[in-house]
T-cell receptor, first 113, second 110 residues
Framework: DGGITQSPKYLFRKEGQNVTLSCEQN?????MYWYRQDPGQGLRLIYY???????QKGDIAEGYSVSREKKESFPLTVTSAQKNPTAFYLC????????????FGPGTRLTVL | GQNIDQPTEMTATEGAIVQINCTYQ??????LFWYQQHAGEAPTFLSY????GLEEKGRFSSFLSRSKGYSYLLLKELQMKDSASYLC???????????FGGGTRLMVKP
């Protein structure tokens, strides 16, 4: 089946540790996105990538890093510099067909203890 | 700048009709999206408007007025499973990015 996968669903880390969240898609989409969602709020863009080996900062990139070495994969690293990392992280991808809608993965809930 | 406003919460009765409004002031516009998000899950795509007017899709309809910077999502024959957050998002001119509103949490009561 085609889709976007994120793992793990729940992740716990100690303060001060870096952690990498995975995002994989087999939809052959060029563009991929990372969002952060805090309780009761909308989505805020962290980073996005329109093509392999290229990515741009979103509205809240500080304390995060990404890579795009393969079309299918867009991992997000939450570094120790991120002051409040506990949140729900959503990955999305977008194709060029139809309305160019962004489709979301199931999300990773990160809790920093 | 980007500014997208939605009511924070709404309550409606099963079987009724509810309208969720979204107003936007953005530096560019290339379409408006509505997503549904159940608690703890990913947003799922509901509708897309780029031209003025009403788009109907089953029990859900979405309306856009570009001159007024206004959209609404209309849900008919409400069901308990419609209890969720509804997110309004505007796409930028280049078509690359979405800016989301804070979402409207809809509670459907029996």
């Amino acid at each position: 089946d085609g889709g976007i996968t994120q793992s793990p669903k729940y992740l716990f880390r100690k303060e001060g540790q870096n952690v990498t969240l995975s995002c994989e898609q087999n939809l052959n989409h060029d563009a991929m996105y990372w969002y952060r969602q805090d309780p009761g709020q909308g989505l805020r863009l962290i980073y996005y990538s329109q093509i392999v080996n290229d990515f741009q900062k979103g509205d809240i990139a500080e304390g995060y890093s990404v890579s795009r070495e393969k079309k299918e994969s867009f991992p997000l690293t939450v570094t120790s510099a991120q002051k409040n990392p506990t949140a729900f992280y959503l990955c999305a991808s977008r194709g060029r067909e139809g309305t160019d809608t962004q489709y979301f993965g199931p999300g990773t809930r990160l809790t920093v203890l | 700048g980007q500014n997208i406003d939605q009511p924070t919460e709404m309550t409606a009765t099963e079987g009724a009709i509810v309208q969720i409004n979204c107003t936007y002031q953005t530096s560019g516009f290339n379409g408006l999206f509505w997503y549904q998000q159940h608690a703890g899950e990913a947003p799922t795509f509901l509708s897309y408007n780029v031209l003025d007017g009403l788009e109907e899709k089953g029990r859900f309809s979405s309306f856009l007025s570009r001159s007024k910077g206004y959209s609404y999502l209309l849900l008919k024959e409400l069901q308990m499973k419609d209890s969720a957050s509804y997110l309004c998002a505007v796409r930028d001119n280049a078509g690359n990015m979405l800016t989301f509103g804070g979402g409207t949490r809809l509670m459907v009561k029996p």
